[in-house]
């Protein structure tokens, strides 16, 4: 098998695979560990995965080697027999986080609106093994969960276009965070939830849960962490018009995401990297949002773009939003519909969405072809 081959089965890129094989007996992402693991059939307890849980930056990890170890086989084989203790609360946490994970993972080539279903479906599985669960000391584990699955469920309410379930869910994966009293999953759930208020065009509210998510932090700051809120903040100022500061925060952002060691993963729950490209991607957002060409059109965006195709539409999107803000009409147009297809596609109601603001941001008493046919197509979306 090659390192491409054993990549796109696991998620991962031919060089994370490369990294892996090259790093030794050095440490590892736990969960990439364990999927590698699995899909090449090696016993979990031969890579490390049986052993008791560890203290890393002075949280607990949730006792995450034992919660693989103990459910890696279930992604390898139907047969659940096969797999000790498998009705321990510890073991059921492992195999409720896997399968948030997977849901997760679907994301990315399932409409939300099939996949929420099945997942409001495992929230109330995540409840039920709370209230049952044998002990307080099981709580905050199954608390952790539930904070994940909760944020899944916000994400996807969002990409429906559904606002007010997103802040919902967004705020009931705080609380289960702090329940958990895991500061670096709260900092996550606060500064996703700030992420969203500021591309909802609220920038006052984002600035002030992205201060609660440093609050969450403390001490213990990741740098990918304060590179990330770096940049949510870069986006809420352009919310409210704020050129200069979020100018200031994408200079912030950018000098801590320099600092960033790529070669150890990022510490959970942040499960990617952020370097300079997602600094230039936020910044494209960001001169979309305040009309700025220079800032939108000065990059190749089609690099930028990465992730899933949901994902690449709204960076589309952007770039649409730039060549409208000089006057690129056909151009903007041109994009926007692509984006839109995809959006159809997927039926996303937040490309949808994306795709009436670059729309209401062009008023003309006359427009054009490219125009008149994009506002047809958009008067038969329902979503």
């Keep these: 098998m090659t390192q491409k081959q054993l990549g796109e089965t696991c998620g991962l890129s031919q060089s994370a695979v490369s990294r ?15 999927s590698v693991a699995t899909h090449l059939g090696i016993p979990a307890r031969m890579v490390g995965l049986a052993e008791p849980s560890t203290v890393r930056n002075g949280f607990e990890q949730v006792e995450r080697r034992a919660f693989l170890g103990g459910v890696a086989a279930t992604a390898a084989s139907p047969v659940l027999g096969a797999v000790p203790n498998l009705d321990a609360t510890g073991n059921q946490a492992a195999a409720l986080r896997l399968n948030t994970a997977t849901y997760r993972r679907l994301d990315g080539s399932t409409p939300s609106r099939d996949l929420a279903e099945a997942v409001h479906a495992h929230i109330r599985l995540i409840q039920n093994v709370t209230r049952d669960a044998g002990g307080d000391g099981y709580r905050p584990r199954l608390a952790a969960v539930g904070s994940e699955a909760a944020s899944l469920a916000a994400w996807l309410a969002w990409d429906m276009g559904d606002h007010g379930s997103a802040r919902s869910w967004y705020g009931s994966a705080i609380r289960a965070a702090r329940s958990a009293q895991e500061p670096l999953l709260a900092a996550y759930q606060a500064g996703s939830l700030a992420q969203f208020e500021a591309h909802a065009g609220n920038g006052a509210q984002a600035l002030n849960l992205a201060r609660s998510a440093r609050r969450y932090l403390g001490e213990q700051c990741p740098a990918v962490a304060d590179a990330w809120l770096h940049s949510v903040d870069a986006l809420a100022y352009a919310a409210i018009g704020d050129r200069r500061a979020a100018d200031r925060a994408l200079t912030r952002s950018r000098a801590v995401a320099e600092k960033v060691t790529h070669e150890e993963p990022p510490p959970w729950p942040w499960v990617f990297q952020f370097d300079a490209n997602k600094v230039a ?18 990059d190749d965006i089609e690099a930028l773009a990465s992730g899933h195709p949901k994902q690449r539409a709204l960076v589309v999107l952007d770039l649409a939003a730039g060549h409208l803000a000089a006057g690129r009409i056909e151009a903007a147009f041109a994009l926007a519909s692509r984006a839109l297809d995809t959006g159809l596609q997927y039926r996303s109601g937040r490309i949808v969405e994306r795709s009436r603001g670059v729309r209401r941001s062009l008023s003309l008493t006359s427009p054009p072809k490219v125009v008149r046919d994009f506002d047809e197509r958009l008067h038969g979306v329902y979503l």
């Design 20 to 34: 892996l094989e090259k790093r030794g007996t050095g440490s590892y992402s736990t969960d990439t560990l364990a």
């Design 281 to 298: 991607a936020c910044r494209v957002t960001c001169g979309a949002r305040l009309g700025l060409a220079e800032w939108v059109l000065g």
